[in-house]
């Protein structure tokens, strides 16, 4: 028996979204975590509102940050992907 187990470009695009999530978020925490000892830093200031410097403050901070921009340019391709003449349909 042949086991045709394909990834989909969708699972792909999805896949890939959760790995560069998972990157941000595990940068940030690096980040988090280095950044007060090398340099001080104790607070950022996002939107006029001071965030602490921790390694689970910029984790989401990377994480929400990352996620928002992946959902706007999935949302861009969505709303243009609607006025594709030669689009296949599914």
Do not use: H, K, N, Q
């Not at 990377?62 to 296949?88: K, M």
């Amino acid at each position: 028996m042949i086991d045709d187990s394909r990834m989909t470009g969708r699972s792909a695009v999805a896949g890939l979204g959760l790995a560069l999530v998972t990157a941000s978020a595990a940068f940030g925490a690096l980040l988090g975590a280095t950044l007060p000892a090398r340099t001080g830093l104790e607070e950022i200031a996002v939107l006029s509102v001071a965030i602490p410097v921790s390694p689970v403050s910029l984790a989401v901070y990377g994480a929400v940050a990352t996620s928002a921009l992946l959902a706007s340019l999935w949302v861009a391709i969505v709303v243009l992907s609607r006025f594709d003449e030669d689009a296949v349909e599914r």
